[in-house]
């Protein structure tokens, strides 16, 4: 049986609330996950956090966080208290964006492989409840940061979006899943799925 997912990116232009109320219906419709996307729009924490509260078993998706908006472990902990809130609904779709949106967050465009192995080192160390104290190349979290509770589901499932041939191997090393959009062919969405599977 296929399972369908529903996605609102960043162009889709919905009152907040009324999403929130439409999301029982959603899952009632049989809709396997809810995927928010950022960018410019609404942030997917907060709206998944109202979502999760309407709803029982539907996954809740990040599609996706661009990881120069916030710290890594600011994310983790966003991450582990929505997995406390939705009964470990979350899936966690993270990207490494590009130089305009790195700009809006006041960051620099660079090393966006190195740059997405230590965030999500990170952000799952932090969401599994782990003991952080990370000196990476490009992320340092200082000493012995811990969350203060013991997080309910600690095994976060952690998407990544992967386009060019570098960033797909990665993919396929240190995530659950890929984001592989912006294609012309199916063929390049094959060539994509290949190239994860590779590592």
């Known amino acids: 049986m296929v399972i369908y997912d529903i996605e609102l990116n960043s162009a889709a232009h919905y009152p907040v609330a009324g999403i929130v109320d439409l999301s029982p219906s959603i899952e009632q419709a049989g809709f396997g996950a809810f995927w928010k996307g950022e960018s410019n729009s609404t942030d997917p924490i907060v709206m998944l956090s ?7 078993t539907i996954k809740l998706g990040t599609a996706i966080y661009h990881i120069y908006g916030r710290s890594p ?16 609904r979350l899936l966690l779709g993270l990207g490494v964006a590009n130089k305009a949106i790195a700009g809006w967050h006041g960051g620099v465009f660079d090393r966006p492989l190195k ?30 940061f811990q969350l203060s509770w013991k997080p309910s589901h600690p095994n976060l499932p952690v998407y990544l979006a992967g ?34 599977a590779k590592c």
């Not at 109202?50 to 029982?56: G, M």
Request: charged residues 30%.
């Open 73 to 88: 472990v600011t994310l983790g902990i966003q991450s582990a208290t929505l997995q406390d809130l939705s009964g470990g």
């Open 115 to 144: 740059r997405a192995r230590e965030y999500i080192d990170i952000v799952r160390k932090v969401a599994a409840g782990e003991r952080v104290e990370y000196e990476g190349e490009i992320y340092q979290t200082g000493k012995r």
């Open 163 to 196: 386009l060019g041939p570098q960033m797909t191997k990665l993919v396929g090393k240190i995530s659950d899943g890929v984001f592989s959009r912006a294609c012309r062919s199916i063929r390049t969405k094959i060539w994509r799925a290949q190239n994860c």
């Open 50 to 56: 109202a979502v999760a509260s309407r709803t029982k």
